[in-house]
């Protein structure tokens, strides 16, 4: 297993953002589809390893274990070459310093990647939702799993609107995990092999999720699960998600996507800052 310091794939990675940037638009849409899937799968994966453990073990041991099988997306999404939203902020920036990348190839690209993940991730909310967190009864009636209970509370928790100081606490959340997200994508190319891969997204990933800060292509999937999941709730169901799913709707949902999509943005920025200014060196973006 080799690791490589981030003063020696920086420029390769540069390399590699000049590239996707220039891709065919239906070549981005594609890329942030598969990705958007991914981590919904992800996302999707940790309702059903942690529905009722905090009632056992404990709240905190439920955040670690849905934190620890969560990185499943953004490992697809690193091995396979999909395209991230929250994670393409670094490496373009860094292009554009070095001026191989302009503003105008820049923001198209965020949009690009940003409707992609959106697409991908409402194509699996629905496949989750119709499978999973739905069963049929004896009568043929649809009923709402544990792990779909679990996914309303989520999405209406994620919709409950809290003032200008909530939307000020989602939007550092999101910074957070913005930052998380580009470190976890900067490990796994300092890894030449799989496993080097696996663990360098791993550990930001599991505490992003473990910590609760917000990422918005995750929630293009939770939220959106969580509003086709609530019309089947019985009343009984509704009772134990409480009164948080009175605020669950799309224009909630909508706020919710705008506010943390430019904090993960932002901070995605803040880590290319950072990293420019601390790994600039004589000849660092020779190519």
Partial sequence: ?????PSAIIPPGIRSAEFRVGLA???ILLRGA???AYIGMGAGLVFFVSTGMDLTLGSGF???IGGAVFPLGIILTVLTGAELFAGDGMLTLLAAFRRRITL????????????GNLIGALFFAALITYGPFLMTDASGSLIVTPAGVAAVSMAAAKCTPAGLTGFFSLLVKAVICGWLVNIAV????CADDLAGKFMGVWFPMMTMMATGHEFAVANMMMIPAGILVAAHLTPIQVAQVGPDI?????SEMWINLIGVSIGNLLGGILFAVLIFGSLLRPNFYKT
Avoid: C, K
């Fill in 1 to 5: 297993m080799s690791f490589f310091q």
């Fill in 25 to 27: 638009t239906l070549q």
């Fill in 34 to 36: 598969l990705s958007g």
């Fill in 62 to 64: 439920a955040r670690l």
């Fill in 104 to 115: 105008p190839y820049i923001i198209r690209f965020y949009i690009l990647v940003w409707i």
């Fill in 186 to 189: 900067l490990l796994a190319l």
């Fill in 246 to 250: 009175a605020s669950l709707g799309f």
